[in-house]
């Protein structure tokens, strides 16, 4: 039988269409297939499909860089609007505007919001001085950002202004990264922009049940050290749900409440902070300033190398801080707290705590992989914390942290190639009809080409769902029960093939339909 599988090996290699995968190794799910299209191949097509863009519209963009710093701002006005990429890949457009760094425009605004029911997809927004896509005026709800990669913008990523009127938007699968940190002193219209700590992955202001989940934060920092939160949330902001994010190498992680409040205002009214890996930078990994009824669970702030991860805040009510693994300090203050199970380390014992995780910082990896280790088994189960940062169940005795290590297949003492390639059986088994599998890929196994098929009974291909270079670490993925031509297969025995380099791993799942 593996014979006839490794015989396959060239089928598996041909050709198939598959979700895109983040730089933290998530599968970005496809968008539907776009209906009343606008196709767009250079600037000048896409500016005047802007000018004379419709209700229900999408402007499909083709392969290419975009220069777009003469036709600024590039205002979305139509309700239920649509632009993204012509593939999975964001890189593949890329739009820019007049420069990080630029002076000829220090209020430069990118994208500017009108309208409700937008979406924006597979593409990346990069090089402006100020904002990149601002909710700028109007009813903004239900706007959509799928995907897309922000690079290199000198102030806000995303810009929500005091005047927002937001209600239930996604912020999902985006990319969030400077490659470039301002200067100290900058040119800006006043002192507070012409600091170049003075910048921010998103900053909104009265937002209303956002959910922002699957994201990457990549080296968003100022030049002291002082840079604003990945996430910062404030002034009236209600029900904001942040999950299953990684942040790696900012300033500041997640940030609820701003601690300047001469107002005396509540900035966070209810919300959740749960399931998010923080591989922290210069200053804290999390910051809660007068909120109210916010809930931080099973989140996981810890770096061998940075400063601290800590948690801390002031002037808050009616928090729940439960089941958090925290380097650096748990010093969150106010009324009517409520603090379990939280494991909070101290620079002295941070070298213990480096043998409980994958400890990938640079992909912000903090899989757990040693099942004897404190966090494991040890948290309060929570009506809230269903999933972990995998986005999979939990086990009935939660771990502590945004992991899961009932989910983490990946190393197995027990196998006969420990620590080494590896394929967890289907979950569940039998599946109806989808089933999921976790799989681990050695750091000597990173860049080698590799692919995961799904294979019939007899060894004929069903499914290509992933391939391209090898990146180390824990991962999972879900086959839906569908062939590469979009079918859904029937009830039988099924093969999931990984290959990475020259090894094969096979695992046997069961499908009832």
């Known amino acids: 039988m593996m014979h006839k599988i490794v015989s396959l090996i060239a089928l598996c290699l041909a050709p198939a269409i598959i979700g895109y995968t983040t730089y933290d190794n998530k599968v970005v799910p496809e968008l539907p297939a776009p209906g009343n299209v606008i196709q767009v191949n250079d600037v000048v097509s896409f500016y005047m499909a802007l000018r004379n863009q419709t209700s229900g519209q999408i402007i499909v963009m083709a392969a290419g860089r975009y220069d777009c710093g003469n036709i600024e701002p590039m205002n979305i006005t139509a309700n239920g609007f649509s632009i993204r990429g012509a593939t999975d890949d964001p890189a593949d457009v890329v739009i820019t505007g007049k420069g990080f760094d630029n002076c000829v425009n220090v209020e430069e605004e990118m994208f500017m919001l009108y309208a409700n029911k937008v979406t924006v997809a597979n593409l990346t927004i990069s090089e402006s001085r100020c904002h990149g896509f601002k909710f700028q005026g109007g009813n903004n709800d239900h706007t959509i950002l799928h995907n897309v990669r ?30 470039k940190i301002p200067a100290i002193t900058r040119c ?10 003075y910048i921010a992955g998103m900053d909104l202001m009265r937002a209303n049940s956002w959910v922002i989940h699957d994201n990457v934060f990549l080296n968003i920092k100022g030049p002291t050290g002082g840079g604003r939160g990945a996430i910062f949330f404030w002034h009236l902001c209600e ?54 009824g916010i809930k931080v669970w099973n989140n996981t702030s810890y770096s061998k190398w940075a400063g601290s991860g800590a948690f801390i805040g002031t002037d808050n009510d009616s928090l729940e801080i439960k089941n958090n693994i925290i380097f650096g300090a748990l010093n969150v203050t106010g009324a009517a707290f409520d603090t379990a199970r939280n494991i909070v380390m101290t620079r002295t014992q941070r070298n213990l705590a480096a043998n409980w ?12 992989i040693n099942d004897t280790c404190r966090p494991v088994n040890a948290g309060l189960v929570l009506s809230g914390v269903i999933d972990d940062w995998d986005g999979l169940p939990r086990s009935g005795s939660n771990d502590i942290g945004a992991d899961e290590i009932s989910n983490n297949s990946g190393i197995d003492l027990n196998s006969e190639t420990p620590h080494g390639l590896y394929v967890s059986g289907s979950q569940p088994n039998p599946g109806n009809p989808s089933a999921t599998f976790k799989y681990y890929i ?58 990475v380099g020259n090894l094969i791993k096979v695992k046997q799942s069961v499908i009832i339909k």
């Open 357 to 368: 995780f994958n400890s990938d910082e640079s992909h912000g990896d903090l899989h757990l």
């Open 150 to 179: 922000f690079l290199n913008i000198g102030e806000r990523m995303v810009k929500g202004p005091a005047t927002l009127d937001a209600v239930q938007c996604s912020i999902r699968y985006c990319h969030f990264e400077d490659t």
């Open 239 to 292: 029900n904001m749900i942040t999950e299953r994010n990684t942040f790696i190498g900012c300033d500041r992680s997640i940030c609820y409440g701003n601690p300047h409040n001469p107002d005396n205002e509540i900035h966070v009214i209810k919300g959740i902070i749960r399931n998010n890996m923080i591989a922290p930078g210069a200053t804290n990994g999390l910051e809660l300033y007068f909120c109210s």
């Open 188 to 197: 800006g219209s006043s002192a507070t922009d012409s600091d170049g700590n």
């Open 442 to 499: 050695p750091n000597t196994f990173q860049g080698k080409h590799f692919s995961i098929c799904v294979l019939n009974s007899t060894g004929n291909r069903i499914r290509l769902l992933r391939t391209g270079n090898a990146l180390p670490g824990h991962s999972s993925i879900t086959w839906d029960g569908k062939d590469d031509s979009g079918s859904i297969t029937g009830s039988g025995v099924y093969l999931l093939q990984v290959r």
